[in-house]
């Protein structure tokens, strides 16, 4: 099973961008799916991007337009591009492979 690792959080105001990293310890290559999630206190868990290895994309409407996902197979990572962020991204932000595998997460605060 592969570990998860995310970074990249922290404060920013409303319309600032992030980007999150997700360093996998073993190759993404043969890795169908990786995704996105994001849960905010008191809620569930959802997923907010995924892609596929042929680099197909899925965005929560929520976010279409203002977040990008990518992979780049050979150093093994996950990005998300966060732009214009509003205080409802407000979140704990997790990377998965569908397969099991889960990070510790990383916070994301949009405030002003």
């Known amino acids: 099973q592969v570990q998860l690792v995310e970074s990249g959080g922290g404060l920013v105001q409303p319309g600032g961008s992030l980007r999150l990293s997700c360093a996998a310890s073993g190759s993404i290559f043969s890795i169908s799916v990786m995704g996105w999630f994001r849960q905010a206190p008191g809620k569930q868990r959802e997923l907010v991007a995924s892609?596929?290895?042929?680099?197909?994309?899925y965005y929560q409407d929520s976010v279409k337009g203002r977040f990008t996902i990518s992979r780049d197979n050979d150093k093994n990572t996950v990005y998300l591009q966060m732009n214009s962020l509003k205080p409802e991204d407000t979140a704990v932000y997790y990377c998965s492979d569908f397969r099991g595998s889960w990070g510790q997460g990383t916070q994301v605060t949009v405030s002003s």
């Open positions: 892609i596929s290895r042929g680099e197909g994309t």
